[in-house]
T-cell receptor
Framework: AQSVAQPEDQVNVAEGNPLTVKCTYS??????LFWYVQYPNRGLQFLLK??????LVKGSYGFEAEFNKSQTSFHLKKPSALVSDSALYFC?????????????FGAGTRLAVHP | AAGVIQSPRHLIKEKRETATLKCYPI?????VYWYQQGPGQDPQFLIS???????DKGSIPDRFSAQQFSDYHSELNMSSLELGDSALYFC???????????FGSGTRLTVV
């Protein structure tokens, strides 16, 4: 079975400061890892994914994430937060098996960036 | 670029009524996933289809059914609606040899 843990319900950051949103996962085999952002009453917007290759993945809007296999983590980072980054962030994992597998989401972390 | 289209965007139904939600995947995408996101919750996997056959099943109530048609669009049928079915329903599509999932904007169902 696959699962995702986002240990923080909310992360508060001052604008201009670096931000980190944490994610750890559990999956048998090789994981596909994703980050999505959701604004109020909106759909899920793709930020970035890790499939294979470099452990540091760069995505949309200046976000990046680092895959750490030994710690089974995939933390989302941004060097300088913007107020407009305030939203709900979901980490998700899928199990690669050569076929099609559902995404399992974490509980979400609400990011609040203060001016 | 074409995206995943869901209809309707909003739906209001009364208890015990029936609702049908539709999902049109990206052209040439053969796999569809359905998710339910309750207020303040993470998206929960309901069911998926690959090449018009059910490929996986999650926490989908027996009152719900779904299918994927020959043109690859999918419909989620919900009967005997309950207040607790009020949620945002997403579908996502995935293409052959694709490692990505593209989500639609969702259908917000409100049961009153």
């Amino acid at each position: 079975a696959q699962s995702v843990a986002q240990p923080e319900d909310q992360v508060n950051v001052a604008e201009g400061n670096p931000l980190t949103v944490k994610c750890t996962y559990s999956v048998s085999g090789n994981p596909y890892l994703f980050w999505y952002v959701q604004y109020p009453n909106r759909g899920l917007q793709f930020l970035l994914k890790y499939i294979t290759g470099d452990n540091l993945v760069k995505g949309s809007y200046g976000f990046e994430a680092e895959f750490n296999k030994s710690q089974t983590s995939f933390h989302l980072k941004k060097p300088s937060a913007l107020v407009s980054d305030s939203a709900l962030y979901f980490c998700a994992v899928s199990r690669f098996s050569g076929g099609y597998n559902k995404l399992i989401f974490g509980a979400g972390t609400r990011l609040a960036v203060h001016p | 670029a074409a995206g995943v289209i869901q209809s309707p965007r909003h739906l209001i139904k009364e208890k015990r009524e029936t609702a049908t939600l539709k999902c049109y995947p990206i052209p040439r995408h053969d796999t569809v996933y359905w998710y339910q996101q309750g207020p303040g919750q993470d998206p929960q996997f309901l069911i998926s289809f690959y090449e018009k056959m059910q490929s996986d099943k999650g926490s989908i109530p027996d009152r719900f059914s779904a299918q994927q048609f020959s043109d690859y669009h999918s419909e989620l049928n919900m009967s005997s609606l309950e207040l607790g079915d009020s949620a945002l329903y997403f579908c996502a599509s995935q293409g052959p040899n694709s490692d990505g999932y593209t989500f639609g904007s969702g259908t917000r169902l409100t049961v009153v």
